[in-house]
């Protein structure tokens, strides 16, 4: 087990700590949920079944360096004796005089300890019963997700992911996005072109039929087609559907 691993370089991420976690393939999962969302530094708390654990790596798939340099202790005190803000995960009211948090708000209150310089955790129980009340005391509050109160429990992996995703998008909410699709509305002459390629091909099949009810259905369908803010790639699209149907229309000829 590695005693420096990737949380000296990553200081401004929570840690991710498992508190006598059962299963291996729980262990893995919740890795794998992790480096899904840009979280690197898990420390495990007394696992049932040892460490390292096979079937931990084997369900971790592409996050096997999570697991790497993931650290071992054997209490909690021991854990996050270097953290100064902590945050414990669970569904139940303890009797406790703790601040209790969805996951935006837990993970805006540990954005801003960490912009601060505060290295801080995230506690999650294991799989049987969660966090004991002990565990919750050494938090500074709780972090609760709005779960059906007459089945709250949530599998190990599946609540670090709900937080790590939530911890993902807070970092992304101040960076541009960047979209691989430009839904930017084509400029307005490439729809007129395209309706007059349309009215042309439906004045060929006969479309507009009574001729007095013409230019009410050519404003129809130049309402329905602006109300679409077609792109200038879907408008090329269109319009190459349009040209086949039209050669379809003539026999498959050009003529």
Excluded at 4 to 19: D, K, S
Excluded at 167 to 188: C, E, G, H, K, N
Aim: glycine letters at 8%; a negative charge; charged letters at 25%.
């Amino acid at each position: 087990m590695n005693d420096t691993t990737r949380e000296e370089t990553q200081p401004l991420q929570p840690l991710i700590v498992l508190v006598r976690p059962q299963m291996g393939e729980n262990i893995g999962a919740a890795a794998r949920a992790m480096l899904n969302f840009g979280l690197t530094g898990m420390r495990i708390v007394a696992p049932r079944d040892g460490w390292p654990n096979p079937k931990a790596v084997a369900m971790a798939a592409g996050a096997g360096r999570v697991l790497d340099d993931a650290r071992l202790f054997d209490t909690v005190e021991e854990a996050v004796a270097d953290c100064s803000y902590v945050v414990a995960t669970t569904a139940r009211q303890r009797g406790l005089f703790l601040p209790v948090h969805d996951a935006e708000g837990a993970v805006k209150e540990i954005r801003t300890r960490q912009a601060g310089g505060e290295r801080c955790a995230i506690l999650f129980g294991g799989e049987k019963s969660g966090l004991a009340t002990e565990d919750v005391a050494r938090a500074n509050a709780i972090l609760t997700l709005p779960v059906n109160p007459e089945f709250s429990s949530l599998n190990l992996a599946q609540a670090v992911l709900l937080t790590a995703y939530e911890w993902r998008r807070s970092v992304d909410a101040s960076l541009p996005f960047d979209s691989p699709y430009d839904d930017t509305p084509a400029p307005r002459q490439e729809l007129d072109g395209m309706l007059a390629h349309l009215n042309g091909v439906l004045e060929e099949a006969g479309y507009f039929y009574p001729e007095d009810k013409r230019i009410t259905m050519e404003r129809n369908l130049r309402t329905m087609f602006t109300h679409a803010r077609f792109t200038e790639a879907e408008i090329r699209l269109f319009r190459g559907m349009i040209r086949q149907l039209a050669y379809w229309g003539r026999g498959g000829s050009d003529s």
